[in-house]
């Protein structure tokens, strides 16, 4: 196979702008994914994106995959494997649903209550935001039933359990677990630099209120590819067997990253917002991509394309780069990787 060509733009002439410097512009990155409609492209979308080979090396990317980027909740299984270490004992769907995106959907909602109850906490002691189910189906069917956003309901919930969780076990301050000075952050982040290889450059604020740690593209797809090859019984390796093992607390029953893992056994898959996708291979390839202007409508396009060129072939893949667009309620057109 031919590996992808990198799309480049053309870059102005510095001289030519008022004011120019000999400072080089910003890189510009190149277009991932196409809107087409009525056989028209309107629209465009850039972004970045690297392939390791089996063993870690960069085999071929696209655009600037050594800046950081905030990783958003594909950092999630760093973030559960750090509540291994401070000695939490979770596993099956109780350790996929803390390094989870969940939908909202009633399952999800009795296991985090379930996981409170077991461990003397409360969902008033959740620092996540009130909010909907992530799912647009489930969040009809909860509004339908008169219900209101709710801390437990937003889908980090199950996380935000798993860390108060840890910090009750080692009497750690309940009230400041979000504190990137907390012990249980600390944790989280010595094993974010181990899986990634890499220093963290910039740390933020998630959606959720957690502790959001940079990594360039490489240092991600490198953290995925340590957690499914690290050795068994490792904190790393108990997170990707129980997400691969349930992937459907990890999504949910209509999330992408559920029929991935679903469809090919082995695969540890996790997206997150601002359009990123982070994946590893059972033989140790990974993959992580970013979307520059967020749009998550290209994750299954750009994920299928990328996947293909890696040498895969299974329905599942038809089904995540068809991405369809409708006028008058009439398909008229597609979103499309463009590499």
């Given at each position: 196979?031919?590996?992808?060509?990198?799309?480049?733009?053309?870059?102005?002439?510095?001289?030519?702008?008022?004011?120019?410097?000999?400072?080089?512009?910003?890189?510009?990155?190149?277009?991932?994914?196409?809107?087409?409609?009525?056989?028209?492209?309107?629209?465009?979308h850039?972004?970045?994106?690297?392939?390791?080979?089996?063993?870690?090396?960069?085999?071929?990317?696209?655009?600037?995959?050594?800046?950081?980027?905030?990783p958003?909740?594909?950092?999630?299984?760093?973030?559960?494997?750090?509540?291994?270490?401070?000695?939490?004992?979770?596993?099956?769907?109780?350790?996929?649903?803390?390094?989870?995106s969940?939908?909202?959907?009633?399952?999800?909602?009795?296991?985090?209550?379930?996981?409170?109850?077991?461990?003397?906490?409360?969902?008033?002691?959740l620092?996540?935001?009130?909010?909907?189910?992530?799912?647009?189906e489930?969040?009809?069917?909860?509004?339908?039933?008169?219900?209101?956003?709710?801390?437990?309901?937003?889908?980090?919930?199950?996380?935000?359990?798993?860390?108060?969780?840890?910090?009750?076990?080692?009497?750690?301050?309940?009230?400041?677990?979000?504190?990137?000075?907390?012990?249980?952050?600390?944790?989280?982040?010595?094993?974010?630099?181990?899986?990634?290889?890499?220093?963290?450059?910039?740390?933020?604020?998630?959606?959720?209120?957690?502790?959001?740690?940079?990594?360039?593209?490489?240092?991600?797809a490198?953290?995925?590819?340590?957690?499914?090859?690290?050795?068994?019984?490792?904190?790393?390796?108990?997170?990707?067997?129980?997400?691969?093992?349930?992937?459907?607390?990890?999504?949910?029953?209509?999330?992408?990253?559920?029929?991935?893992?679903?469809?090919?056994?082995?695969?540890?898959?996790?997206?997150?917002?601002?359009?990123?996708?982070?994946?590893a291979?059972?033989?140790?390839?990974?993959?992580?991509?970013?979307?520059?202007?967020?749009?998550?409508?290209?994750?299954?396009?750009?994920?299928?394309?990328?996947?293909?060129?890696?040498?895969?072939?299974?329905?599942?893949?038809?089904?995540?780069?068809?991405?369809?667009?409708?006028?008058?309620?009439?398909?008229?057109?597609?979103?499309?990787?463009?590499?």
């Amino acid at each position: 196979m031919t590996s992808p060509t990198p799309i480049s733009a053309p870059t102005p002439d510095a001289a030519a702008r008022p004011g120019a410097t000999d400072v080089a512009p910003p890189a510009v990155s190149p277009v991932l994914a196409e809107v087409v409609r009525s056989g028209f492209v309107e629209g465009r979308h850039r972004g970045s994106l690297v392939v390791l080979a089996a063993d870690g090396s960069v085999e071929w990317s696209l655009g600037e995959v050594a800046a950081p980027v905030f990783p958003r909740s594909t950092n999630k299984p760093m973030q559960a494997a750090a509540v291994l270490r401070a000695g939490l004992d979770l596993s099956g769907e109780r350790l996929a649903l803390a390094s989870a995106s969940h939908s909202g959907e009633p399952f999800h909602l009795a296991l985090v209550r379930a996981m409170l109850a077991e461990h003397g906490l409360t969902a008033e002691q959740l620092q996540t935001p009130a909010d909907l189910p992530l799912d647009p189906e489930e969040a009809e069917a909860y509004l339908a039933a008169g219900q209101v956003r709710d801390r437990l309901t937003m889908n980090c919930s199950g996380k935000h359990t798993a860390m108060l969780a840890a910090c009750a076990r080692n009497d750690w301050p309940l009230a400041s677990y979000l504190d990137p000075a907390h012990p249980l952050q600390q944790l989280v982040a010595d094993g974010v630099r181990t899986a990634s290889g890499e220093d963290v450059a910039h740390t933020g604020t998630d959606g959720c209120g957690a502790p959001l740690l940079s990594l360039s593209l490489t240092g991600l797809a490198r953290a995925f590819r340590h957690f499914v090859t690290a050795a068994p019984g490792t904190p790393e390796r108990r997170v990707a067997d129980a997400m691969r093992a349930h992937p459907e607390y990890v999504a949910g029953t209509r999330r992408p990253d559920t029929w991935l893992m679903r469809a090919l056994p082995g695969t540890l898959s996790k997206m997150g917002a601002e359009a990123v996708q982070a994946l590893a291979l059972p033989d140790g390839r990974a993959l992580a991509f970013k979307i520059d202007d967020g749009a998550a409508r290209t994750l299954g396009p750009v994920l299928a394309r990328t996947l293909r060129h890696m040498g895969l072939d299974a329905p599942v893949l038809d089904r995540l780069a068809d991405a369809p667009l409708f006028g008058g309620g009439t398909r008229v057109g597609e979103i499309r990787a463009t590499f």
